[in-house]
């Protein structure tokens, strides 16, 4: 069965550092997500993409962050100047679009800044 | 607008019923339901579109009222493994194309043997 998966699973990094991780959305997906979970918290949409762009993003979406489809398969976010509070489980969620609204999920990346 | 969940919390013995409920102050298009446990991503379980249709897979089923902005999971007849927590996701007014869904906080479910 057709899955989302993410790298990497865990990623430790230092206060100010660039962090990118990484989403291989289900194949024929076409629409994209990024989504934030802090620990014990509910899960925060972040950013939506679809057709090379994004199409919506949230207030926690500023400037520091990015995401890229920079092939056919990848779709990547990327954190430029990391804060304390950007520890979190980051999703990745994918849907085929059209009538084919199910939003599956990656195993998540969990992003620990010290 | 995030969804109001309820129960916050609730404690099964395996073989009991419970019910989730998840409801919202502005009309939705879709109703997602999603069991998370610990460490893990959250799992899709199943979707309802607008128009009160009853869903339902071996013990778990949905429904969801429309005029009530309200959708209520069902777990009949509880087993370890429906331990977890479980969130719903609302997709909001007409549907449109974004599809981008609105989560609750989630109601954590514990089934004891």
């Known amino acids: 069965e057709p899955e989302v998966t993410q790298t990497p699973s865990h990623q430790v990094t230092q206060m100010g550092q660039e962090v990118i991780l990484r989403c291989v959305p289900i194949?024929?997906?076409?629409?994209f997500y990024w989504y934030r979970q802090i620990l014990g918290q509910k899960v925060e949409f972040l950013v939506s993409?679809?057709?090379?762009?994004?199409?919506?993003k949230s207030e926690i979406f500023d400037d520091q962050f990015s995401v890229e489809r920079p092939d056919g398969s990848n779709f990547t976010l990327k954190i430029r100047s990391t804060k304390l509070e950007d520890s979190a489980m980051y999703f990745c969620?994918?849907?085929?679009?059209?009538?084919?609204?199910?939003?599956?999920f990656g195993p998540g990346t969990r992003l620990t800044v010290t | 607008q995030q969804p109001v969940q309820s129960p916050q919390a609730v404690i099964l013995r395996e073989g009991e019923d419970a019910v989730i409920n998840c409801s919202s102050s502005?009309?939705?298009?879709?109703v997602h339901w999603y069991r998370q446990k610990h460490g893990e991503a959250p799992v899709f379980l199943m979707i309802?579109?607008?128009?009160?249709e009853q869903k339902g897979h071996d013990k778990i089923s949905a429904s969801f009222n429309e005029k009530k902005q309200q959708s209520s999971l069902y777990l009949t007849a509880s087993q370890l493994s429906y331990s977890g927590t479980y969130f719903c996701?609302?997709?909001?007014?007409?549907?449109?194309?974004?599809?981008?869904?609105?989560f609750g906080k989630g109601t954590l479910l514990t089934v004891n043997p």
């Open positions: 969620a994918s849907i085929a679009g059209g009538p084919m609204r199910e939003q599956y």
């Open positions: 194949s024929n997906h076409l629409y």
């Open positions: 993409f679809y057709n090379n762009e994004i199409s919506e």
């Open positions: 502005k009309a939705l298009y879709s």
């Open positions: 309802l579109l607008k128009g009160g």
């Open positions: 996701g609302t997709e909001m007014g007409s549907g449109g194309s974004n599809y981008k869904l609105t």
